[in-house]
């Protein structure tokens, strides 16, 4: 497939309008479990009040763990605390986009499978490898419900999270590109 026939399937997939409401709606969810879950985004009482680090640019790269980046910036308000981390931002949104062009494939190759002939089977795998990128600042989703099965091994998935998120930004690039492929519009 050369680059207009990618570009004419994403643009007709784009212009469906379920399709693209349900992937934004997926977009903004996941980007904001994103930042509740590594915790930089909470629910609480209080003031409007805004703290800014003293040198925030040379802060902004400083890591905490593998891809949670040190805040430069605090936000409280009516409801709530947000703690700006650009870099963490900047994971989040490109996380969030994934999971959600996924779920765009997905929803419209579910709405046409009949009339196009379309194989639904694969679309929604293309959301799985968001599971390795974490929801848990220090391990990914899928061990928090299998750790009391798996025991001690669980401890060694523990030690690959560096690579986890990269190999499910990976994967969700590669499912998004090779469902797009199998989508049979022109």
């Known amino acids: 497939m050369n680059k207009k026939q990618w570009f004419n399937k994403f643009r007709k997939i784009w212009e469906d309008p379920k ?11 996941y980007f904001i479990v994103y930042l509740i879950s590594i915790n930089h ?3 609480q009482e209080g003031s409007f009040e805004l703290f ?6 040379s802060r902004m790269f400083v890591s ?6 040190e805040p430069v910036a605090a936000i409280t308000f009516g409801g709530g605390s947000f703690f700006l981390a650009p870099m963490n931002l900047l994971l ?3 996380l969030g986009i994934l999971v959600g062009s996924n779920i765009m494939v997905a929803v419209f190759a579910y709405r046409y499978r009949k009339t196009c002939r379309i194989n ?3 679309g929604l795998l ?3 490898p968001s599971m390795l990128t974490g929801f848990a600042c ?4 899928f061990l928090i419900a299998l750790a009391p099965a798996l025991g001690s091994f669980a401890v060694y998935f523990i030690s690959l999270q560096p690579f986890l998120i990269p190999l499910s930004i990976l994967l969700m690039v590669g499912s998004l590109l090779w469902s797009i492929k199998q989508l049979p519009i022109e």
Request: net charge positive; proline share 8%.
């Open 92 to 94: 989040g949104i490109i």
């Open 138 to 141: 220090c391990a990914p989703t």
């Open 120 to 122: 639904t089977g694969y």
């Open 64 to 69: 905490r763990a593998p891809y949670v980046w």
């Open 52 to 57: 800014v680090v003293d040198n925030p640019l």
């Open 19 to 29: 399709a693209k409401y349900v992937g934004i709606l997926v977009m903004i969810i």
């Open 126 to 128: 293309g959301t799985l």
């Open 41 to 43: 985004l909470f629910f």
